[in-house]
């Protein structure tokens, strides 16, 4: 749905764009009910009927969270690997080798920082015995791990 909703939302606002039509259609992609959505395009049809019969044409399951056949688990879009691609800066035009080993070196590399950050905030606080014990275990294991 990404790029069909993108593609969506930019023709709309171009027909139809103004602040107060492009806050109605996000409410209206984001009804969670049949009855929801029904009320919100209808206020968009009070407001400006052509832009409200613009989307009745559109197939709601496409675009509307209430009608979409999966589950969207709060994103409104289908690629959501992108999202994670440009936050660990992979490049998927990589060989697929060598794109699990950056994905590993990146999981890794935050890890450290996580790790580092830990540490340097639990400076002078004594570790039971138990604790130092799961740490190092969780030490060797780790380093026993390769790509």
């Known amino acids: 749905m990404g790029t069909l909703l993108f593609s969506l939302y930019q023709n709309f606002k171009s027909k139809f764009g103004t ?21 919100r395009l209808l206020a968009l049809e009070q407001q400006k009927p052509e832009a409200a019969n613009y989307l009745r044409e559109i197939e ?6 209430a009608f979409f056949p999966g ?19 992979l490049k998927s035009e990589l060989p697929i ?24 905030s639990l400076k002078g606080y004594p570790f ?13 294991w780790a380093q026993s791990n390769r790509v």
């Open 71 to 89: 589950k969207r688990y709060g994103h409104n879009t289908s690629n959501i690997i992108e999202i994670y691609n440009k936050s660990r800066h």
């Open 128 to 140: 039971t015995s138990i604790c130092r014990t799961k740490a190092q275990t969780s030490q060797l």
């Open 60 to 65: 709601r399951r496409l675009w509307v969270t």
């Open 19 to 39: 602040r107060l039509t492009e806050q109605h259609f996000w409410r209206i992609v984001n009804a969670q009910s049949e009855v929801v959505f029904t009320t």
């Open 97 to 120: 080798v060598d794109l699990l080993n950056q994905i590993g070196y990146s999981s890794m590399a935050t890890r450290f920082k996580c790790l580092q950050q830990t540490e340097s």
